[in-house]
């Protein structure tokens, strides 16, 4: 599952707007909410861009698109 409010803060951070990295990932905005929201998954592609757009690490990374278990 992706954290989402992880993730969302790290958007936030990194001034990009989520219709940017929506067409960084040739997605559209409604598409990249879905799975922000773990409506559907990130393709494996897809992570890989928005760790190298919003500068994550691995173990950011890691904490964003792979919790087990997100409250």
């Known amino acids: 599952m992706t954290n989402s409010v992880l993730l969302a803060s790290k958007i936030k951070e990194s001034?990009?707007?989520c219709s940017i990295i929506a067409k960084e990932l040739g997605i559209t905005r409604q598409g990249l909410w879905k799975?922000?929201?773990n409506?559907?998954?990130f393709?494996?592609?897809e992570i890989e861009k928005i760790s190298r757009l919003l500068n994550l690490?691995?173990?950011v990374s890691n904490?964003?698109?792979f919790t087990v278990?997100?409250?």
């Open 57 to 59: 690490d691995a173990e």
């Open 69 to 71: 278990d997100v409250d």
């Open 63 to 65: 904490l964003i698109f």
């Open 15 to 17: 001034g990009y707007t």
């Open 43 to 45: 393709k494996q592609t």
């Open 39 to 41: 409506r559907s998954e």
């Open 35 to 37: 799975k922000i929201n």
